[in-house]
């Protein structure tokens, strides 16, 4: 069954603006990941944050994680056209798991 | 190394014909992840392996549906016969083992888009 589930289903800002996704999941995780899917193309991995994680910076991005909420968001700052996309949350339980993937997000960034 | 090989990228097949979707993994990966996407339902995971054995195949859904994994380096999925529900977009993954086992990530091919007329 989906763990994942992200929320909004689609979002659409302005150039510079802030994006925010959030996704929630149901049982216990060792690790939640964020990934990016292009048009047509296959997901691309963005960043991961472990469960005794609270908050994980990778350029523009931002991930926090709440494992008593089982939540998750994702901000992206100063949104570039080149931003939109699908995004998705995965989680693993523990290691020799499958990825578990939401429903994603679309983002559209207007120029 | 190129990544996630999938082949082909397109496929238009007749109901009831046999389709073959093929996957090269990142070498050294461990495990093999065959994913469905489709609006409807988003990203499935139909089955994976570990070092070539399939693991959880509980997202196959009909005996229609078959993978192998013969090698370290080589995956098909096969739908036999094929009908025009089967139409998606297929993805291949793989993943292996980093400096921490715990932190690993899917690495996905291009995909292949399958339809069924």
């Known amino acids: 069954s989906q763990q994942g589930e992200e929320d909004p289903q689609a979002l659409s800002i302005q150039e510079g603006e802030n994006a925010t996704m959030n996704c929630s999941y149901k049982?216990?995780?060792?690790?939640l990941q964020w990934y990016r899917q292009n048009s047509g193309r296959g997901l691309v991995h963005l960043i991961l944050?472990?469960?005794?994680?609270r908050e994980k910076h990778s350029g523009r991005l931002r991930v926090t994680l709440d494992t008593s909420k089982k939540s998750s968001s994702l901000l992206i700052t100063a949104s570039r056209a080149a931003d939109t996309a699908s995004y998705f949350c995965?989680?693993?339980?523990?290691?020799?798991?499958?990825?578990?993937f939401g429903p994603g997000t679309r983002l559209s960034v207007l120029p | 190394d190129a990544g996630v090989i999938q082949s082909p990228r397109h496929e238009v097949t007749e109901m009831g014909q046999e389709v073959t979707l093929r996957c090269k993994p990142i070498?050294?990966?461990?495990?093999l992840f065959w994913y469905r996407q489709t609006m409807m339902r988003g990203l499935e995971l139909l089955i994976y392996?570990?070092?070539?054995?399939?693991?959880?195949d509980s997202g196959m859904p009909e005996d229609r549906f078959s993978a192998k994994m013969p090698n370290a380096s080589f995956s098909t999925l096969k739908i036999q016969p094929s009908e025009p529900r089967d139409s998606a977009v297929y993805f291949c993954?793989?993943?292996?083992?980093?400096?921490?086992?715990?932190?690993?990530?899917?690495?996905f091919g291009q995909g292949t888009r399958l339809t069924v007329v």
């Open positions: 944050i472990r469960s005794n994680e």
């Open positions: 049982t216990s995780i060792n690790n």
């Open positions: 995965a989680t693993v339980r523990s290691y020799g798991q499958n990825f578990v």
């Open positions: 993954a793989s993943s292996g083992q980093e400096e921490s086992v715990t932190d690993t990530e899917a690495f």
């Open positions: 392996f570990n070092n070539n054995v399939p693991i959880d």
């Open positions: 070498s050294g990966h461990d495990y």
